[in-house]
């Protein structure tokens, strides 16, 4: 996993079982709930670091 390769941990989460709670509360799966929290964090993670993903090039700029 990320975490275990050493990515910061704020990029890291685990499950707390609140997922678990909220899927059968609501009815839903607890994949869903990590799905949320998922496209929350590379939310906050692009807007954090706006700059510096965007210098990085596609691997097509780089042909000749």
Do not use: H, P
Not at 37 to 50: H, N
């Amino acid at each position: 996993s990320l975490c275990s390769a050493g990515v910061t941990t704020r990029t890291c989460f685990t499950m707390t079982g609140a997922e678990l709670r909220l899927s059968k509360y609501f009815g839903n799966s607890a994949k869903f709930w990590l799905g949320l929290q998922d496209g929350y964090d590379i939310e906050e993670e692009l807007s954090a670091r706006k700059g510096e993903y965007q210098k990085i090039k596609k691997r097509n700029d780089y042909a000749a």
